[in-house]
T-cell receptor
Framework: NAGVMQNPRHLVRRRGQEARLRCSPM?????VYWYRQLPEEGLKFMVY????????ESGMPKERFSAEFPKEGPSILRIQQVVRGDSAAYFC???????????FGDGTRLSIL | GENVEQHPSTLSVQEGDSAVIKCTYS??????FPWYKQELGKRPQLIID?????GEKKDQRIAVTLNKTAKHFSLHITETQPEDSAVYFC????????????FGTGTLLAVQP
């Protein structure tokens, strides 16, 4: 059973560009979570999605950030007009149900030039 | 607001000794407390978890205790080995209709051979 798959593993963008991060949950998991980790810090919750629904977006910045989890295909975290402060590791996790343990992917390291 | 404090930030022990990491949470409605181990550049891995209706849980050399009254929970690792060296994160799931996790700031555990 493949784990949570994230791609790309590393992404470099220039200021003002768009970044798209993809996450495929574990087989049988329909709940997806995105977290951001700054260097030497803990993980900060961003958003919780189920297929075609955003359940909790209380950790999402109000501007430039959006997330989706369509009926078909991976979950996408989209960052528009990136700035230096967006540089971080972005981790996706998935669970089979709403109150089930979360399992993490390897993350996407986003670097902004 | 929702907050998890974790101590110590760094912990160095001799191989074979025990290690204890402590966390305190703020939301009294929190009901689930997982612990993750993260090696450098890798994904956070779930190592043990405990729910609010249980006071203690053990899995081989790892144990977690929960004191709901004091809103404390702790990770205990016995007979530490060099491969236990990593950053350990505690987390709590706040009350309400969400499965988001609030993470502590991490403990860097170094096991000296």
């Amino acid at each position: 059973n493949a784990g949570v798959m994230q791609n790309p593993r590393h992404l470099v963008r220039r200021r003002g560009q768009e970044a798209r991060l993809r996450c495929s949950p574990m087989k049988g998991h329909s709940h997806v979570y995105w977290y951001r980790q700054l260097p030497e810090e803990g993980l900060k919750f961003m958003v919780y999605l189920q297929k075609e629904n955003i359940i909790d977006e209380s950790g999402m910045p109000k501007e430039r950030f959006s997330a989706e989890f369509p009926k078909e295909g991976p979950s996408i975290l989209r960052i528009q007009q990136v700035v230096r402060g967006d540089s971080a590791a972005y981790f996706c996790a998935s669970s089979p149900g709403q109150y089930q343990p979360q399992h993490f992917g390897d993350g996407t390291r986003l670097s902004i030039l | 607001g929702e907050n998890v404090e974790q101590h110590p930030s760094t912990l160095s022990v001799q191989e074979g000794d025990s290690a204890v990491i402590k966390c305190t949470y703020s939301d009294s409605a929190s009901n689930y407390f997982p612990w993750y181990k993260q090696e450098l550049g890798k994904r956070p891995q779930l190592i043990i978890d405990i729910r609010s209706n249980v006071g203690e849980k053990k899995d081989q050399r790892i144990a977690v205790t929960l004191n709901k009254t004091a809103k404390h929970f702790s990770l205990h690792i016995t007979e530490t080995q060099p491969e236990d060296s990593a950053v350990y994160f505690c987390a709590s799931r706040p009350g309400g209709a969400t499965n988001k996790l609030i993470f502590g700031t991490g403990t860097l555990l170094a096991v000296q051979p």
